[in-house]
């Protein structure tokens, strides 16, 4: 599995998907960039979204707030007070962690020791072997379940009452150990508030302490009232919105998973209360069936419902992704009430009620929210579409299995040889294809090694221009996943590709 993450990094590298920030200065850390083929696909998931969104709701309309806002928005939101992290120091190798990510990753460890059980027995018992009931049933395993459960609850019950000593007194009693040093010598437990602090305007008397903003919903219902007017909108109905966001991490590590500036992808809608229940369980359902619609394998998801829930929310559940280091929350649809709207009409003074014709009253609305992480999708997408293949020669290749319609580069023209005018066809093609899709041109070695270097690419198709095309106009067409090559007529290319790449 480490392997395997190892390799996602270095390929997002190599084929200029994802480079560390300011790597000439040695990085920076949980900062990346997005690299040529990286804000390609960044850009294609983000349309995506957009779409099922934006576009194909009626009663969901887009915005795009600033970045800044003003600095009592953090007081309403509760952020100010609680958006905090717990964190622990090892006082020997005096590094820094998230108490809660340290008891999480001793829980992953006794479940990849239930995972190691049920294989054992799983080949033990072969055909006969019911994982349902060895899970249930083997003493051992029952042993490492509720030790699991009753570990999760504790740290939960103790973060919830702000109860930090038993936090650490859990680390303690766990006997965790410093990832790194194997130290167990810890410091106590701190709340670190995650918010990226700043200044606006330029005299030291008459600056403004402002944050970036840790999320793009309060964007969203700053502006409820007043989108709502100019769209005519009537409740239930939505607000989406891309955007960046900022905060302190303290765990800076998995790559792109956990980063200090990433990009969130956030709708809210407003509904009657009372209806939050069966919007609740709508918007699960739709948000899954979005991410199924991208064919990257049902059991590569699951639900996971909050029992500890934030101040804000009535009810939430993540949808977890199998990332290279397990599952993880990949997405998080939340029913939040009127907390935010209510705290804002407190805070500012301003009503931000809705008038419900058909009731004839004022209510504030109640808010239903999906919020997912572009860069989170981004590794999903990438990580799960990395795959080598043995073929049938006996060698092996390295194919990254994009969603065509996610996929930076969407055909690549190849002339077979560097002459006979060959390239000038090739060329030719790319002029026409490129008012449709991204496509690139490439001449430099042979055939065989331009479509390994497009298949490690994502490239879903490459092109062939040879000699024949020269008499009857026609091209092969290569797909990537399957390899099979077909030769049709260069007129008929952009239909073929645009079957394929469209939604
Ligand atoms: P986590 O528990 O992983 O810190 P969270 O519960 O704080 O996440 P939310 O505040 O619900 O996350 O944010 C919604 C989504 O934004 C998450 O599901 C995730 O995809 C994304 N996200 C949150 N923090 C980060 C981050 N530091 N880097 C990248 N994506 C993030």
Same mark, same amino acid.
């Given at each position: 599995?480490?392997?395997?993450?190892?390799?996602?990094?270095?390929?997002?590298?190599?084929?200029?998907?994802?480079?560390?920030?300011?790597?000439?200065?040695?990085?920076?850390?949980?900062?990346?960039?997005?690299?040529?083929?990286?804000?390609?696909?960044?850009?294609?998931?983000?349309?995506?979204?957009?779409?099922?969104?934006?576009?194909?709701?009626?009663?969901?309309?887009?915005?795009?707030?600033?970045?800044?806002?003003?600095?009592?928005?953090?007081?309403?939101?509760?952020?100010?007070?609680?958006?905090?992290?717990?964190?622990?120091?090892?006082?020997?190798?005096?590094?820094?962690?998230?108490?809660?990510?340290?008891?999480?990753?001793?829980?992953?460890?006794?479940?990849?020791?239930?995972?190691?059980?049920?294989?054992?027995?799983?080949?033990?018992?072969?055909?006969?072997?019911?994982?349902?009931?060895?899970?249930?049933?083997?003493?051992?395993?029952?042993?490492?379940?509720?030790?699991?459960?009753?570990?999760?609850?504790?740290?939960?019950?103790?973060?919830?009452?702000?109860?930090?000593?038993?936090?650490?007194?859990?680390?303690?009693?766990?006997?965790?150990?410093?990832?790194?040093?194997?130290?167990?010598?810890?410091?106590?437990?701190?709340? !670190?508030?995650?918010? /990226?602090?700043?200044?606006? $305007?330029?005299?030291?008397? =008459?600056?403004? &302490? +402002?944050?970036?903003?840790? @999320?793009?919903?309060?964007?969203?219902?700053?502006?409820?009232?007043?989108?709502?007017?100019?769209?005519?909108?009537?409740?239930?109905?939505?607000?989406?919105?891309?955007?960046?966001?900022?905060?302190?991490?303290?765990?800076?590590?998995?790559?792109?998973?956990?980063?200090?500036?990433?990009?969130?992808?956030?709708?809210?809608?407003?509904?009657?209360?009372?209806?939050?229940?069966?919007?609740?369980?709508?918007?699960?359902?739709?948000?899954?069936?979005?991410?199924?619609?991208?064919?990257?394998?049902?059991?590569?998801?699951?639900?996971?419902?909050?029992?500890?829930?934030?101040?804000?929310?009535?009810?939430?559940?993540?949808?977890?992704?199998? !990332?290279?280091?397990? /599952?993880?929350?990949?997405? $998080?649809?939340?029913?939040? =009430?009127?907390? &935010? +709207?209510?705290?804002?009409? @407190?805070?500012?003074?301003?009503?931000?009620?809705?008038?419900?014709?058909?009731?004839?009253?004022?209510?504030?609305?109640?808010?239903?929210?999906?919020?997912?992480?572009?860069?989170?999708?981004?590794?999903?997408?990438?990580?799960?579409?990395?795959?080598?293949?043995?073929?049938?020669?006996?060698?092996?290749?390295?194919?990254?299995?994009?969603?065509?319609?996610?996929?930076?580069?969407?055909?690549?023209?190849?002339?077979?040889?560097?002459?006979?005018?060959?390239?000038?066809?090739?060329?030719?093609?790319?002029?026409?294809?490129?008012?449709?899709?991204?496509?690139?041109?490439?001449?430099?070695?042979?055939?065989?090694?331009?479509?390994?270097?497009?298949?490690?690419?994502?490239?879903?198709?490459?092109?062939?221009?040879?000699?024949?095309?020269? &008499?009857?106009?026609?091209?092969?067409?290569?797909?990537?996943?399957?390899?099979?090559?077909?030769?049709?007529?260069?007129?008929?290319?952009?239909?073929?590709?645009?079957?394929?790449?469209?939604?």
């Amino acid at each position: 599995q480490d392997d395997k993450f190892k390799k996602v990094i270095s390929h997002a590298k190599e084929y200029g998907y994802v480079f560390q920030s300011s790597e000439i200065y040695d990085g920076l850390s949980a900062v990346y960039d997005y690299a040529q083929n990286g804000a390609e696909l960044k850009k294609n998931i983000r349309d995506y979204w957009w779409k099922a969104m934006v576009q194909m709701n009626e009663n969901i309309v887009g915005i795009d707030a600033a970045i800044f806002m003003h600095p009592t928005t953090w007081k309403a939101s509760g952020h100010v007070d609680a958006f905090n992290d717990p964190l622990i120091d090892n006082k020997d190798s005096k590094k820094r962690y998230r108490a809660d990510v340290l008891i999480e990753d001793y829980c992953a460890k006794i479940e990849a020791k239930i995972d190691k059980e049920v294989s054992k027995a799983a080949k033990r018992f072969g055909d006969a072997f019911n994982q349902e009931e060895f899970l249930a049933t083997n003493g051992r395993v029952v042993g490492y379940q509720e030790k699991i459960k009753s570990t999760l609850s504790r740290m939960g019950k103790s973060l919830e009452n702000e109860d930090l000593a038993d936090v650490k007194a859990l680390i303690e009693e766990l006997e965790i150990a410093d990832p790194l040093t194997g130290s167990k010598n810890w410091t106590d437990v701190k709340q !670190f508030n995650l918010m /990226f602090g700043t200044k606006l $305007g330029a005299s030291a008397d =008459t600056a403004m &302490d +402002l944050y970036l903003r840790p @999320e793009t919903a309060q964007g969203i219902f700053v502006n409820f009232l007043n989108v709502q007017k100019t769209s005519r909108q009537k409740i239930p109905f939505g607000i989406a919105q891309t955007g960046k966001a900022f905060r302190n991490e303290i765990v800076a590590r998995q790559f792109i998973f956990r980063m200090r500036e990433f990009e969130q992808m956030e709708m809210q809608f407003f509904i009657k209360p009372g209806t939050q229940k069966e919007w609740y369980e709508h918007w699960k359902e739709h948000r899954m069936k979005w991410h199924l619609s991208l064919g990257m394998g049902k059991d590569n998801y699951r639900f996971h419902d909050h029992e500890k829930l934030a101040h804000y929310a009535d009810a939430a559940a993540d949808i977890e992704f199998k !990332f290279p280091f397990g /599952f993880k929350e990949l997405e $998080g649809i939340h029913s939040r =009430t009127d907390f &935010d +709207l209510k705290a804002h009409e @407190e805070f500012s003074g301003k009503k931000l009620q809705y008038f419900d014709h058909e009731e004839n009253k004022s209510y504030t609305p109640y808010v239903l929210e999906t919020s997912i992480g572009l860069d989170r999708m981004f590794l999903a997408v990438f990580s799960n579409s990395l795959q080598e293949e043995e073929l049938e020669n006996g060698t092996t290749r390295t194919v990254l299995k994009l969603p065509s319609v996610l996929a930076p580069v969407k055909a690549a023209i190849l002339p077979l040889v560097k002459k006979d005018g060959l390239p000038e066809i090739a060329k030719q093609i790319v002029e026409e294809l490129k008012w449709d899709f991204n496509v690139v041109y490439d001449e430099k070695d042979a055939v065989g090694r331009r479509y390994r270097r497009q298949d490690a690419n994502g490239t879903p198709f490459c092109i062939t221009v040879d000699h024949d095309t020269k &008499d009857d106009n026609t091209v092969t067409i290569r797909h990537r996943d399957s390899m099979e090559q077909q030769r049709v007529k260069i007129e008929d290319l952009r239909a073929i590709i645009k079957q394929e790449v469209d939604v």
